[in-house]
């Protein structure tokens, strides 16, 4: 009867309790979401861990270098530049003089003339240069001389001794009958072939005989005058890249050095002096031997017996 005047019926007690229940579940939920996204921002803001550095590789520091150019071959005094003469060569920019001529600069020095002889290797310098030819050929600084010696296609190697190019002086003598050469000069810069002092060939042109001036110095002028009149000269080219620099090599060899010193089982040694006395006590004689400045007993000499 209740239910048909006005009273909840069971059916919507229970739909409300069910809209109730579903309201509060939803608020629980959005309370919960709303509270997991602060927390998990405040987690972030505080966990994260910061970016990686990227790691610093330490690497020495680097000069900085520049290309200059150095003299590929040895440049004689008045010789003309040619591209055949340079090669660049990387050098630290704080060291490098400012006179040094740099590689881009090539063109520029390019039919040049050498005021100086410039060894292998070394830097090329706007000092040492010049744009006229030296006007005297056979210029002789003081202390030296221009010597002349004779010499055929053999002894003049061939042709390949043309001015200025540098030899060393080869003297050929016999000596208590042996056979000996020996460098009466090195280094020697040749100063003209037949008369010519600049040849642009391969070869200077040596016929049968010719003569080379050769620019020594007062002393190895004399030696070359009297070696020529007791033994035959000969001329021995030297390389474009040595320099004046003595090498280790003798001076003179002789035929021994060749083959070597024969050893003979009773070889008898030279002395200086011999002297004869006898033993007192035995009487026997017995013989000394100067021998560097000192007298030593000789025992294979069997005197008295």
Known sequence: ???????VSPAQTYATKVKWLVGCLVSVIFVLAVAIIFIAQNTDAVEKPPAPVPETKFTEDVAPTIDVLVAAIRIEEGKRITTEMLTPVAMDA???PMAVVRAQDQERIIGKFAKRMINANMPIVLEDLGDNPPID??????????ASIKI?????VDGFAKPNSRV????SYSQRGKKRVATIARFVKVLSVAGATNVDKKRANIKKKATVTLLVTEKDAKKIELARSLGKLTLSLVGEQETSTKTGEPDTIDITDLIGRPKAENEEISNDGVMYTSDPRTGRQLRYVLRNGRWAL????????
Not at 139 to 144: D, F, L, R, S, V
Not at 152 to 156: H, I, L, Y
Not at 298 to 305: H, I, K, L, M, T
């Open 168 to 171: 060393d002086i080869l003297w």
């Open 1 to 7: 009867m209740a239910t048909r005047f006005g009273a």
């Open 298 to 305: 000789d025992r294979s000499f069997a005197g008295g017996e």
């Open 152 to 156: 055929d296609s053999r002894s003049g």
């Open 94 to 96: 704080d060291k490098t």
């Open 137 to 146: 050929q056979l210029k002789i600084p003081p202390g030296y001389r221009a």
